[in-house]
């Protein structure tokens, strides 16, 4: 493509590159009114798309509005019906706690229903016999307590014996400590079981006289995990065995896709089926996902029976796995081995979870004319990155990783390997209606920069719900204690379309070409820390703010978590990582310099980890002899579990299988052959391993001159042209950078506005040839705290003259205004019927928003807060209107610019002379008027929203409102907040750039 193609589309980029949203229904409570304004209003604020799924109404009739109602597949129609229409994307949503992975015609005893590994454990006395019937499982038994997840458990009926396991006690369980057993003294009496397949199986077994022993009796039932709302009781759906992505299927293609609802799917090209996060539960005392396949499978793969180990399996998981805490140990000497298992185990997991879930259900869905975006893997013991080969679109989320850039690189090696989009649900916090604008922008600056180019906005909601349960500002949909909303109850939504263009703008660049990683590391994980971004428990013990922890915490206080280095970042290389043994797929490859080279082009290869499969490292040396660079890296240290503060250190790369396959030997052998290849290295610590790629001959292909600690890059190929993009990620706790980029090639640089469009020469940019890096342009860029910058350079055309950095003057300061503030607050309740002829009314209540003029006296810039007509108890939208003067207007590409210094994080726009409303950054709110200001006098407004906090918090809102994040870390409180600054602050400042 060339840059006239790119100027011409980045002015008004097509709808499938704008933000979409994820939509909260009121089940299916909505009327056909409602559901068409919400969608026609999404279209018109510049939405892309809409993800839509059931959220749990109060006060209403479930078996009539919940999912799987005639009203709800009446309602889903509608919504295709209308997205498609607009050309907008459209998305069912599946997943645990969304009920369409649940099934209305299955019970927790049914083959495709989820099922775990329970255990109940006897007490044997050294040289104590015990006979007759094995315990069984107390189905009517309450769940314990002490899981978080939400979901409910129903009624379990059936259980069947799986296995009984003997075992001595070195060391007995201490709370939270595990016990230690004896591997040796293991004894299997599975076989040993009579009527194993029984209604009462018994055993006979005396214990040795050596010592206190267990015996271990394990039992599969369902986990009767439910999810609502629905129409009847909806059932977790196995993820292990075939039969469950079988049973969604069947349902799907015979309940759910009416002949209606496939002929709009087939109009629209991006329909897709989303499978959220997969929230699933154990409640028994064993803690294991299981299934009937299970056993079997695991001994096919692995080469052993898993029924031994059993009892080292068993655990307590109260959020996510990465909070796994195993009831049993073994003894130092063979901890090692008990790890190997333990992988093993995750591996059966996470092959069944590909096998039996994604490839069937994603196979179904594209001959249903839908494609499959899934958050894969994570939250449960599954490998993280190995399923992305499998679904058509992988997508992160910034509540659970707390838009952190290391997190977002975890699943984005799979991504670009594979060419998939790379998506994330943005926006999701624990602080509804009390952050600024800006906060949201800066998760979505740096998800950009880790190559996430599709943001999925948490969330929309009709603000129109059920009678007698919704009050202003409106249905809430994801709750009030989670989440923020985008839609028409926000201030700010005035200004969604100048913004939503700005998002379309950068990742249409951002999508185009391929994109280019310098450095791929290799990465196995099953535990993936994916509650990081809740964990807000500060050095005083107590809560503390999301908004604190985001802009000023982890990242932000540069620390990353799974690859704790700054070095590379700092030099502005680019990494991800991915499971080494997705290299071995057929569909990646590697030319003799690049891995990968129609992906993202890796460089060289890091391993970090202590385990390395061994046909993972048969590959690499294969590679190398072909120039593979890979570079082992030991003692790097990486997070477990932020909640625990436990980490993991890896002292020797390389140096043993993770499973148990005896091939440690093997490894040894394969791994001292790779370090004998002139292309790859060891070093003794991660602080060594930028300059060991070096030494090899890596250079970064956007490579800053000097390190830059602020700064975040990403990079695309696109033919003749690079995209470059850069992100000063220290938005809260940082300071205006300029930084020097090299890329590669010569050509001419242009900087890309994302607000306005326009593309204009790179001040401050030369060309340069150096041995190491050949033909090079060296530009620099100048980025305020959380600024982001866009830059396209075009080498197909002749490599611009040196220039230098633009010179600035300010013109004028502007210090008298006339300054009003609209007011929002509670207005009517406007009733909506519907009678759709079925024998009944359907009544939505919608609360209006009063809006009330509150003119300041004073001229002079202020917060709200400080202006005595408006207050600490409002929120809504501030007009500023002033008149400036020009006394000559700009020639030569000289420029002028409108600096607003700061809105207090508010999302607004601008308009000169009755001009149409510029948006502009809410971290450098700087707006080029050149093309708006006329000779003499000229009439300047700004307007500038707020969120919704100081009305909320003067009208009670938050005295009830439970905090979720509180009670992530045991704290029960009410949500904590204070009134905020709003509005234009200023200084103002008209600025005359010359070159």
Partial sequence: MALADIRRDFQDPPIEFRPEVRWWLAEGLHTDATLRDEIDTAHRLGFGGMEFLAMDEQAIDHSRYGWGAEEWVHDSQIVVEETTKRDMAVSFTSGTNWSNANLPNITPDHVASAKELDVLVEDLAAGAGRTGALPQVDLAAPPPAESMLPGERGEI?????????????????????????????????????QGAGSAEPTLDFTAPDDGDWKLFVFWSHGTGQTASPSAGINYTVTYLDPEGAQAVIDYWDTVILTPELRAEIAKNPRAQMYMDSLELSVYGAGGLFWGHTVAAEFESRRGYSILPWLPFLTRTVPMMASTTRYHWDAEAADAITIDKVRFDYVKTLTDLYIENMLRPFGKFLRESGMTLRSEISYGLPFELTRPGPEVDGIENESLEFGSQIDAYRLLAGPAHLFGKQYSSETGATTRNHILNHRFYDQIIATQLAAGITKTVLHGWASTAGAEGVTTWPGHEGMWGMFSERFDTRQPASEFYPEWTAAVGRVQYLLRRGLPRIDVGI??????????????????????????????????RNRENFWWEDLGMQDAGWTYEFFDGSLLRRDDVSFDGTLVQPGGPGYQALIVYQSTLEVDDAAHLLDWAKQGLKVVFVHGARELACLAAGTYTTHEKAGSRTPGLDGRDDELAQVVAELLQQPSVVAVDSPAASLQALRDLGVVGRAEFTADNTTVLSHLRHDGDLTHLYLYNFLYDNGSPTAVEVSLPGHGTPWRLDPWSGALRPVAGSRSVSTPEGGDRTLITVELDPGEIALVTLDRSAAPAADSSLPLRRDLATLDDWTIAVESWDAGELQVITEDRGLGYVTTEVKPLTAVTPLAAATRTLAPWTELAEVGPDVSGVGSYETVFTVEALPAGGDRILLDLGSTSGGLGAVQVNGSEPVGFDTSHPVVDVTSLVRSGSNELTVRVSSSLNNRLLARG???????????????????????????????????????
């Fill in 157 to 193: 009926h059936d259980q069947h014996f799986v296995a009984a396991i003997a075992a001595r006690v070195v060391a007995e369980r201490d709370g939270h400590t595990p016990g230690v057993l004896s591997v040796d003294s293991v004894v299997d009496l599975t076989d040993q079981v």
């Fill in 522 to 555: 290799l990465r196995t994980d099953h535990f993936t820390d994916n509650t990081s971004g809740m964990t807000f428990r500060g050095p005083d013990g107590k809560r503390w703010p999301d908004e604190v922890a985001y802009g000023t915490w982890w990242m």
């Fill in 957 to 995: 809102y938050y005295d009830e409102l439970h905090d979720i994040g509180a009670e992530f870390l045991g704290i029960d409180q009410t949500q904590q907040t204070s009134p905020q600054p709003y509005g234009l602050v200023g200084p103002v400042r008209l600025v005359h750039e010359s070159h």
